[in-house]
């Protein structure tokens, strides 16, 4: 199985989705110049701001879906949109965040909303409920591209690992990660968490993620690309751009069988005890 190039877009993405739209285009037509044959976008990649619920839009009908489409069509490569606000005919006011994986072919094939809402109460009695303003989605997603199955995921999700390894039981050997991971937990455990997701799973991981400062707080940046031994093959630097990585499916087999930690696993026993609680 040949290797392929994939890229991860990093971006400062604000309230003006016509200003980011095209930055973004602009991002992916450098990745497919330098050789990508798979393009990740970030999180929320057309608009940050708080109107989200009146700038969701529905998928693949909507603008912004419709323009990746047509790029990704033209430029003949896989292109996940980040994510953006869906639009949920159920609840308007909560629309979903979403992620999409178009083919070559200007194709949806493929589309997943987060599952995960950052819901808190701090010490202090600072609470912040993401559930308010964003419905969370109701199912895993993994898709078959042309080299092998990859599963999807979004920023505050890759705290959950049971989630990854059911994408990783189910086949996937690529996670792709959009994120608008925030600087003041981003400096302590996004890479951590990356590298571990990976090196649990024996999959690499694209994560494109957001810099620079939201309404809400301060995004990271250093949007990474990891192999399935959990080396961090590129890493983005401090301004919004393009990381590029080679991707083998074939060291994905070497990994796993000098590992074998998916083979050695004990399903048999793994079920909460709640008597032993």
């Known amino acids: 199985m040949t290797s392929f190039i994939a890229a991860a877009i990093q971006m400062d993405s604000q309230d003006d989705k016509r200003a980011n739209l095209a930055a973004a285009e602009g991002y992916i037509r450098e990745a497919a110049a330098g050789g990508a044959q798979l393009v990740v976008l970030p999180e929320s990649m057309n608009y940050i701001?708080?109107?989200?619920?009146?700038?969701?839009?529905?998928?693949?009908?909507?603008?912004?879906?419709?323009?990746?489409?047509?790029?990704?069509?033209?430029?003949?490569?896989?292109?996940?949109?980040?994510?953006?606000?869906?639009?949920?005919?159920?609840?308007?006011?909560?629309?979903?965040?979403?992620?999409?994986?178009?083919?070559?072919?200007?194709?949806?094939?493929?589309?997943?909303?987060?599952?995960?809402?950052?819901?808190?109460v701090l010490p202090n009695g600072v609470t912040s409920r993401e559930s308010d303003r964003v419905a969370p989605g109701h199912a895993v997603v993994t898709v078959d591209t042309e080299w092998f199955r990859a599963g999807m995921a979004i920023c505050y999700d890759i705290r959950f690992p049971e989630m990854f390894r059911l994408m990783a039981l189910e086949g996937a050997k690529l996670f792709l990660v959009p994120a608008n991971f925030t600087v003041n937990t981003?400096?302590?455990?996004?890479?951590?968490?990356?590298?571990?997701?990976?090196?649990?799973?024996?999959?690499?991981?694209?994560?494109?993620?957001?810099?620079?400062?939201?309404?809400?707080?301060?995004?990271?940046?250093?949007?990474?690309?990891?192999?399935?031994?959990?080396?961090?093959?590129?890493?983005?630097?401090?301004?919004?751009?393009?990381?590029?990585?080679?991707?083998?499916?074939?060291?994905?087999?070497?990994?796993?069988?000098?590992?074998?930690?998916?083979?050695?696993?004990?399903?048999?026993?793994?079920?909460?005890?709640?008597?032993?609680?």
């Open 49 to 120: 701001g708080r109107d989200i619920a009146g700038q969701a839009e529905p998928i693949p009908q909507g603008p912004t879906c419709t323009r990746l489409s047509a790029l990704a069509r033209e430029l003949k490569i896989w292109l996940q949109g980040g994510s953006i606000y869906e639009t949920n005919p159920e609840d308007p006011a909560r629309p979903f965040n979403t992620t999409f994986l178009i083919d070559p072919e200007g194709q949806l094939v493929a589309k997943y909303s987060k599952l995960h809402p950052f819901d808190v």
């Open 186 to 277: 981003g400096k302590d455990h996004w890479e951590i968490l990356l590298r571990a997701r990976a090196i649990e799973n024996e999959c690499y991981v694209v994560a494109a993620n957001q810099m620079g400062k939201k309404p809400r707080f301060t995004a990271y940046g250093n949007s990474m690309i990891i192999d399935p031994w959990g080396t961090v093959i590129a890493r983005s630097s401090d301004k919004p751009g393009i990381i590029l990585a080679e991707i083998d499916p074939e060291y994905v087999t070497r990994v796993r069988q000098s590992t074998f930690t998916l083979d050695n696993r004990r399903p048999d026993v793994y079920e909460l005890n709640k008597k032993r609680l």
